[in-house]
């Protein structure tokens, strides 16, 4: 069974969101709750006691000198083999539980670290448009003076060069924004937020 595919609220994701997200359709935590479920199954299984067997021997086919014995075989463990074995089930159960919840706190941290990410990916994207808008006024500003005649020419093409270095940092804010949200995202399994 595949882990339930979970899509974003229309809202602003908040962190106990994300958290929630993840933890209800992370497909690791999905497939270690499945794992614990089947060694719960074991521990019945380890439960029960051996099946009695039966068998039929015949010997000769001729009618009158035909002999036909049935056995009925009960294994009876001794030396505690049952208990040993309930006692395995039951350690694998808390091997894979204590496995759960370490995936848990795993994905946890990760989809915290995650968010924070794109916290800060969010906030180095709004620098960058507000630097591309002062910048642009700069380019403007000495756009005029060099139309007035108090600055080089060269003011402006400084100017113009140093507008470009922030409009190359706010593409790269974008990207980083963008992989920081797919990388949110793929820890509840959505590889398109």
Same mark, same amino acid.
């Given at each position: 069974?595949?882990?339930?595919?979970?899509?974003?609220?229309?809202?602003?994701?908040?962190?106990? /969101?994300?958290? !929630?997200?993840?933890?209800?359709? +992370?497909?690791?935590?999905?497939?270690? @709750?499945?794992?614990?479920?089947?060694?719960?199954?074991?521990?019945?299984?380890? $439960?029960?006691?051996? +099946?009695?067997?039966?068998?039929?021997?015949?010997?000769?086919?001729?009618?009158?000198?035909?002999?036909?014995?049935?056995?009925? +075989?009960?294994?009876? !463990?001794?030396?505690?083999?049952? @208990?040993?074995?309930?006692?395995? /089930?039951?350690?694998?159960?808390?091997? /894979?539980?204590?496995?759960?919840?370490?995936?848990?706190?795993?994905?946890?941290?990760?989809?915290?670290?995650?968010?924070?990410?794109?916290? =800060?990916? $969010?906030?180095?994207?709004?620098? /960058? $448009?507000?630097?591309?808008?002062?910048?642009?006024?700069?380019?403007?500003?000495?756009?005029?003076? =060099?139309?007035? @005649?108090?600055?080089?020419?060269?003011?402006?093409?400084?100017?113009? =060069?140093?507008?470009?270095?922030?409009?190359?940092?706010?593409?790269?804010?974008?990207?980083?924004?963008?992989?920081?949200?797919?990388?949110?995202?793929?820890?509840?399994?959505?590889?398109?937020?």
């Amino acid at each position: 069974i595949p882990a339930p595919r979970a899509t974003e609220p229309a809202a602003p994701l908040t962190l106990k /969101a994300a958290l !929630e997200l993840a933890l209800g359709a +992370n497909p690791d935590l999905s497939a270690a @709750g499945r794992e614990l479920d089947a060694l719960g199954a074991t521990i019945s299984q380890a $439960q029960v006691r051996p +099946n009695p067997e039966i068998s039929a021997l015949m010997e000769d086919t001729r009618q009158a000198t035909r002999n036909t014995t049935l056995q009925l +075989n009960q294994p009876i !463990e001794l030396g505690g083999k049952r @208990g040993a074995r309930i006692e395995a /089930a039951k350690r694998s159960r808390d091997a /894979a539980s204590a496995e759960l919840d370490a995936k848990r706190a795993e994905i946890r941290a990760a989809v915290m670290a995650a968010f924070f990410d794109v916290l =800060v990916a $969010q906030e180095r994207l709004r620098l /960058a $448009q507000a630097s591309v808008e002062l910048a642009q006024r700069a380019t403007g500003a000495a756009s005029r003076r =060099v139309m007035a @005649g108090k600055v080089s020419p060269v003011e402006e093409t400084k100017a113009r =060069v140093a507008e470009a270095s922030v409009r190359v940092e706010l593409t790269l804010a974008g990207s980083e924004l963008s992989t920081a949200r797919k990388r949110l995202a793929s820890t509840w399994g959505n590889p398109a937020p």
